[in-house]
């Protein structure tokens, strides 16, 4: 019998789940073990494809039957703590929740509210920080390969419920000091914020000035106003990049290239984003069973950490609607997502 970590995901219907499967192949100590979906054509097709011994409609009855280690969430947006509770109660190990985690002020109370009551480890799924690119990257900036950090410029030029999650996540991975305020000069565009079936709700462009606690600061983008990386390449979804720049040198990353400057030495390259997202999905989740051993060894995306890069993401919102800086420290607006609506259209 395997003494593999049991591992399930919730929500198979959509796209997304075809990424986590193929990870499994590069977890040594993990195996899918169950998954679950509403809809049972979809689950059905889903187990055969990748033989997958346990498959259910109703995510709780899993939690229930199947003693899981970690599970892999993949709901909409605004049914992710239903499924957290459920986990919690029914004696789930660890979940990894996809991005974004939620999406305005009252997620952001309850789920602070959950992370204070229970003791299930939670990670958010940005395993573009593992990708073995930016594991190499972020460790040079770390150990200060390229001095005192003095600034950053992160975009992505989907909206921030798609993929401004990750840059913020990014932004986090190479600078440890914490965000103290927030001046947005750009909040435009409600389109993506009328309700679809996905509920990736957020203005369809911001851009803002990060103040952290060590004086530096950070450019962010997220929308159609953030830059192509790569002009000859028109997919929305292909644009993702974060630039470092320290007191003696500098790194920068996008989802086909990398960049090292320290001194005078300049490396660069290029990489294959799906490899490295596979790949990056492993380790996000060999990182979770790291945890689950050795309750010291927290995992980087774990909920605390993204909890705080969601409040920064509602003092962006806070800041473009007010038009001053914002500090973390004031209460979310309560109903962000109507005030916008109604504010940016
Ligand atoms: N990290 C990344 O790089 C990355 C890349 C792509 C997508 N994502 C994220 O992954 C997530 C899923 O993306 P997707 O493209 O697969 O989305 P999707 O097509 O919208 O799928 C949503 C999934 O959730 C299930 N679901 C919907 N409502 C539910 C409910 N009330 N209760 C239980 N299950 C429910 C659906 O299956 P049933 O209807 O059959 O239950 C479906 O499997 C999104 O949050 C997206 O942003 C992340």
Redesign the pocket.
């Known amino acids: 019998m395997s003494n593999r970590y049991r591992c399930a995901i919730?929500?198979?219907?959509?796209?997304?789940?075809r990424?986590h499967a193929e990870a499994f192949a590069h977890m040594p100590r993990g195996e899918l073990t169950a998954v679950s979906?509403?809809?049972a054509e979809?689950?059905r097709r889903f187990a055969d494809q990748w033989d997958v011994p346990h498959a259910y409609t109703d995510?709780t009855e899993m939690f229930r039957e199947q003693d899981l280690d970690l599970v892999l969430v993949?709901?909409?947006?605004d049914?992710r703590l239903e499924v957290l509770e459920a986990a919690d109660l029914n004696g789930v190990g660890s979940v990894i929740v996809?991005?974004?985690l939620a999406l305005q002020g009252e997620d952001w109370q309850a789920l602070t509210q959950f992370a204070e009551q229970s003791r299930l480890k939670v990670a958010i799924?940005?395993?573009?920080h593992y990708q073995p690119r930016r594991l190499a990257l972020q460790k040079l900036v770390r150990r200060g390969g390229i001095g005192t950090i003095r600034r950053l410029d992160a975009s992505a030029r989907m909206n921030m419920a798609?993929q401004g999650t990750?840059v913020l996540q990014a932004v986090h991975a190479f600078q440890p000091s914490p965000p103290v305020a927030v001046s947005t000069s750009l909040l435009r565009g409600a389109t993506g914020l009328e309700p679809n079936?996905?509920m990736?709700l957020a203005p369809d462009e911001c851009e803002a000035e990060i103040r952290f606690a060590d004086g530096s600061t950070a450019r962010f983008r997220c929308g159609t106003n953030a830059p192509a990386d790569n002009p000859e390449d028109t997919r929305i979804s292909h644009h993702k990049q974060v630039a470092v720049t320290g007191e003696t040198g500098s790194v920068q990353w996008t989802m086909t290239r990398w960049e090292t400057r320290q001194g005078d030495r300049h490396h660069h390259g290029t990489h294959d984003y799906h490899e490295e997202?596979i790949m990056g999905q492993a380790n996000m989740c060999e990182a979770m069973f790291d945890w689950l051993e050795d309750d010291t060894a927290v995992h980087a995306l774990n909920l605390d950490a993204a909890l705080r890069d969601f409040r920064l993401m509602l003092a962006m919102y806070m800041s473009g609607l007010s038009g001053r800086p914002e500090s973390l420290e004031v209460p979310p607006m309560p109903d962000l997502l109507t005030e916008m609506r109604s504010r940016l259209t």
């Open positions: 919730v929500g198979v219907s959509g796209g997304r789940a990424g979906t509403r809809t979809n689950l995510y993949n709901t909409p947006p049914v996809e991005k974004p799924n940005h395993q573009l798609y990750h079936p996905r990736h997202d």
